[in-house]
């Protein structure tokens, strides 16, 4: 049965392009205006995209040309209008508007073309939000995002969630976030889901976590935040050579979907994406630790072997290459307590840093897991950890134990190398930084 009056489609700004020669209703926010003698151009945006409604004098009656005038940046619309082909660019529409209501009339928006320092965005970041950038950028995240569950699920593994919290510490105690559990009892907010995902390991086999993780970082720097969102695979029978092999596939196929499917978002950041391209094909340099040592001295660098590696080291590393480089095989000293000795070089582990070009630094963190209960063991007396709460931890090299690997990627940190942007608060909603929780 049909209705006797016909609907109004009401197809979001995206969709549009499907809709030439129809009358659309829209409802959105306005973006930009601009202003001729007999014509107003009003930029609408929905979050799906932009599209310019054109609104002419002669064709319109006095209230909407009204409206029109009045309409602020940022006020609520309802724009109504003929859907016809952009004519000057191919693929894109206008909206010939024949009405225009403004719903809600925005007054003093915080946000002008001008230029506003950082701390003034940040404090409006619920609003900054709303700037194009700003929308790239959450689109290009949203893309990773899911093009990392289907990494993963069409590879055949199990999605499982790691707690959040949790009774001790996986990255070391330095950056901890404390809170009261009970009365008696305090616990600390994930570093990391990978100590809980290995057991699942040896549940499932192949396994992924996917969250919010959480380190009290005491310095202000652009690669790091409070609290930012990692996903880790862990893989049962699985050895270093493995995981890097791993790493590069997953970093490639990120990579690729985001230059397949955000390009207008690339564009929007004015990223130069002929700087990803030699990454969906080019083999990532695999290089030692004591290679990169070595590297670093004839660039001048005061590095000797023991010695942890900074932003300035990594982007010196990386210098010379256009995909990312995986080191590996660092000091003991310097890496965490579960992580695999090389058999041949026991004073290094199988643990592996990415590091993207550009200066965007170490996207990837990962390693071989010490499957030896006895060693392992050792290992959490001398780094005095509190044995009581790592025995689960210590089952699973107790009851048919195996060799496994896994690593964690920053989302942010990733997004922020796609994306070109520098700083990782511009890559999460609502950032967490030292001195920073409002909004
Ligand atoms: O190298 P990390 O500390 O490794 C781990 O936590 C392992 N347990 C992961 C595993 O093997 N499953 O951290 C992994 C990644 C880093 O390479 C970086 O991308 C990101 O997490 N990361 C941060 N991102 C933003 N802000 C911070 N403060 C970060 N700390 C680490
Ligand atoms: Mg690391």
């Known amino acids: 049965m049909t209705d006797a009056t016909e609907t109004q489609v009401s197809p979001s700004i995206a969709d549009l392009p499907n809709h030439v020669g129809e009358t659309v209703t829209l409802k959105g926010w306005l973006y930009n205006k601009r202003a001729g003698g007999k014509i107003r151009f009003l930029v609408l945006r929905d979050g799906s995209g932009y ?9 319109v009656s006095d209230s909407v040309w009204e409206a029109a005038d009045l309409a602020t940046q940022e006020s609520t619309l ?46 409006q970041r619920h609003l900054w939000l709303r700037s194009a950038k700003q929308v790239a950028t959450l689109k290009v995240r949203s893309e990773v ?29 330095s950056n901890l976030f404390e809170t009261q559990y009970t009365e008696e009892e305090k616990a600390y907010l994930s570093q990391s889901g990978q100590l ?48 890097m092999d791993l790493a590069e596939e997953f970093v490639k196929e990120l990579t690729g979907r985001v230059l397949d499917r955000r390009g207008e978002d690339l564009k929007r950041l004015e990223r130069d994406t002929s700087k990803l391209e030699p990454v969906l094909s080019k083999r990532f340099p695999r290089i030692s630790y004591r290679e990169a040592v070595e590297i670093l001295k004839g660039k001048g660098f005061p590095v000797t072997f023991g010695d942890d590696l900074g932003g300035d080291e990594e982007t010196a590393l990386t210098e ?41 630094g170490e996207i990837i963190g990962g390693s071989q897991r010490i499957h030896d209960h006895d060693l392992l063991l050792s290992r959490i007396t001398q780094h005095a950890l509190p044995l009581e709460a790592f025995q689960w931890y210590l089952d699973v090299r107790k009851y048919g134990t195996f060799p496994h690997s896994g690593f964690g990627m920053g989302l942010e940190r990733f997004v922020a190398w796609m994306c070109g ?19």
Do not use: N
Request: net charge negative; charged share 25%; aromatic share 12%.
């Open 196 to 243: 809980y995902l290995e057991p699942v390991c040896a549940a499932l086999g192949k396994v992924y976590c996917f969250g919010p993780t959480f380190r009290a970082e005491k310095s202000k720097t652009r690669r790091h935040l409070r609290e930012f969102w990692m996903v880790e695979p862990e893989v049962a029978f699985l050895e270093i050579d493995g995981l």
């Open 421 to 439: 942007v520098p700083h990782l608060r511009e890559c999460i909603p609502y950032p967490r930084m030292l001195y920073r929780i409002y909004p």
């Open 51 to 59: 599209v310019q409604a054109i609104v002419y004098r002669p064709d």
């Open 320 to 360: 010379g290459f256009d995909t990312p480089v995986m080191v590996t095989r660092y000091p003991v000293s310097i890496k965490a307590f579960y992580m695999q000795p090389d058999p041949q070089d026991p004073d290094v582990v199988l643990g592996l840093d990415m590091l993207a070009p550009e200066g965007y």
């Open 145 to 173: 995002e899911s093009a990392i569950h289907d990494f993963f699920y069409t590879r055949g593994y199990t999605r499982t969630d790691s707690p959040i919290l949790t009774p001790a510490a996986c990255e070391g105690t």
């Open 78 to 123: 309802e724009v109504t209008g003929v859907v016809r082909e952009h004519p000057k660019e191919k693929g894109k529409v206008e909206l010939a508007a024949s009405g225009v209501t403004i719903l809600d009339l925005c007054h003093d928006w915080p946000i002008t073309p001008k230029e506003h320092g950082v701390d003034f965005l940040m404090s």
